[in-house]
Nanobody
Framework: QVQLVESGGGLVQPGGSLRLSCTTS????????MGWYRQAPGKARDMVAI???????RYADSVKGRFTISRDNANNTVYLQMNSLKPEDTAVYYC?????????WGQGTQVTVSS
């Protein structure tokens, strides 16, 4: 059974930072596109950032310049560093791994940006 284990969510004030982590197996990490999506209440789940194995990261326009996705190949972990957080970044953040027609999701971690 494929597992994507997430951590790092929480409550932060506007302008603050958080780092999300997602760890999976080596076979998944090395072959799949790893990424982060988010879903705010009443809204669709949207892509935040993706990072193909051996490729370059891509970001949603709303987070460019504030968020950074990175891959730690030694630990099969993908990170999402979130800086200059805004209230509109509040959502459940999901780790994702996909290749071709196969997709896996993490359990989700809540990020709340509020004063």
């Amino acid at each position: 059974q494929v597992q994507l284990v997430e951590s790092g969510g929480g409550l932060v004030q506007p302008g603050g930072s958080l780092r999300l982590s997602c760890t999976t197996s080596r076979s998944i990490f090395s072959a799949f596109v790893m990424g982060w999506y988010r879903q705010a209440p009443g809204k669709a789940r949207d892509m935040v950032a993706i990072f193909p194995s051996g490729g370059s990261p891509r970001y949603a326009d709303s987070v460019k310049g504030r968020f950074t996705i990175s891959r730690d190949n030694a630990n099969n972990t993908v990170y999402l560093q979130m800086n200059s957080l805004k209230p509109e970044d509040t959502a459940v953040y999901y780790c994702n791994a996909f290749v071709a027609t196969t997709t896996y999701w993490g359990q989700g971690t809540q990020v709340t940006v509020s004063s």
